[in-house]
């Protein structure tokens, strides 16, 4: 089993025996406490009371919007449409875990009304893509999240950089969040490069061909919306502040959860538990903060039972920390701003590490084996 030391910033519980038990076989006693709970029943209220808040929220943007006419306090709404539109992508990504409906084909078409019709994302995309990261979280090669971009997360995508991107690297840490501003137009894009392109993304040619004509509509209707109403200039100030506020909060939300944990090599086979546990870190916070980030501050909860409803994480997180620490299992929390802090320095060591004049070749080598 792959350890990871606890760094600085971090709280990890301390075990309290001496004799950790076999880590694979404890998994389905976890389960069993998780289930006998009842943790994993379905909180349909809880969502319906969310979709109709943020449904509000959403009339109440576009309202404004129409009232308020040519005045440059639209970029307020603005940015509160980047807002909304993040967390309806929160439910989106719960409905695509199955923690919304029992029913498999009812959360699907959920997250498929919302992530393709409200907030502007290929649905199909992000499943193939968040389905191989939940089976492999920080596993080089297997997990797309931390696959070389223009940001990247491990040494030798780094070193492999070449000319202006190069740069950016060196310096990532500290331009990670203004990058950020442009996340959410990067979402946009890759919803249109991957249904086009096929490959990865799941389902036929006419479910794509769906996702395009959906997507096309929201867009056409939204941009459209916006340039008859606005001024030219004032219109793209407008889907320029959207689009940053909804990217910073997107990657300000998902960034902290395994960012600066540990790596596990290509070819590791390592325990569900262990895996899951050693690479998600979980940030503190009350009922505020499951708000803010749409319950991905339970992390580690969240990825040893995806489809637990956002409501029952608190509860497991209890569970699942005693009997981390029964195992001498590191369970790794900090607080917000602490995590921000760890990503930065992070990904600024990633990046400066191309340019250790006393890297050798070799060595670098034989440190991936």
């Known amino acids: 089993m792959t350890s990871a030391a606890v760094r600085p910033g971090f709280r990890a519980t301390r075990p309290r025996t001496d004799e950790p038990g076999a880590v694979t076989s404890t998994y389905s006693a976890l389960s069993r406490t998780v289930r006998d709970a009842g943790l994993l029943h379905r909180t349909h209220g809880y969502y319906l009371w969310t979709l109709a808040v943020l449904t509000l929220a959403l009339g109440g943007a576009v309202a404004g919007f129409v009232l308020l006419g040519d005045s440059w306090f ?3 709404i603005a940015g509160a449409l980047g807002l909304i539109f993040t967390q309806f992508a929160f439910v989106a990504h719960e409905a695509s875990h199955r923690q919304v409906f029992a029913s498999g084909p009812a959360n699907d078409l959920l997250g498929r009304i919302l992530a393709n019709g409200v907030v502007g994302i290929s649905h199909s995309w992000w499943m193939n893509k968040h389905t191989r990261h939940h089976a492999n979280p920080n596993q080089r090669g297997k997990d797309p999240d931390i696959a070389p971009d223009v940001v990247v997360f491990l040494d ?6 070449k000319g202006f991107r190069s740069v950016i690297n ?9 990058l950020l501003t442009l996340e959410g137009l990067n979402l946009h894009v890759q919803a ?3 249904l086009l392109a096929g490959g990865r993304t799941r389902g036929n040619v006419r479910d794509r061909v769906r996702e395009l004509v959906i997507l096309t509509l929201r867009l056409s209707l ?13 219109a793209f100030a407008f889907l320029g502040v959207q689009l940053a506020v909804f990217g910073v909060y997107m990657g300000a939300s998902f960034a902290p959860n395994h960012k600066g944990m540990a790596i596990i090599p290509e070819n590791a086979k390592i325990d569900f538990l262990s895996k899951q546990v050693l690479t998600s870190r979980n940030i503190r916070g009350g009922w505020w903060m499951n708000v803010l980030m749409g319950g991905l501050n339970f992390q580690i909860e969240h990825h040893l039972f995806p489809s637990m409803p956002r409501p029952h994480l ?5 569970i699942v920390r005693e009997h981390c620490a029964n195992l001498g299992l590191p369970y790794t929390e900090t607080s917000l701003v602490q995590s921000y802090g760890i990503v930065v320095r992070y990904l600024n060591r990633v990046g400066l590490s191309a340019r ?14």
Do not use: H, N, T
């Not at 060196?170 to 203004?178: D, I, S």
């Not at 939204?222 to 030219?232: E, H, K, N, R």
């Not at 250790?356 to 084996?369: A, E, N, S, T, Y």
């Open 74 to 76: 639209q970029l307020l």
């Open 156 to 161: 030798e995508d780094a070193a492999a950089a």
């Open 170 to 178: 060196r310096y990532q840490g500290w331009l990670f969040f203004p």
């Open 192 to 194: 249109y490069r991957s």
């Open 222 to 234: 939204y941009v459209g919306a916006i340039f008859w109403f606005l001024p030219l200039g004032m």
């Open 314 to 318: 608190a509860r497991a997180r209890e």
């Open 356 to 369: 250790d004049p006393f890297d050798c070749p070799m060595f670098r080598q034989l440190r991936k084996v």
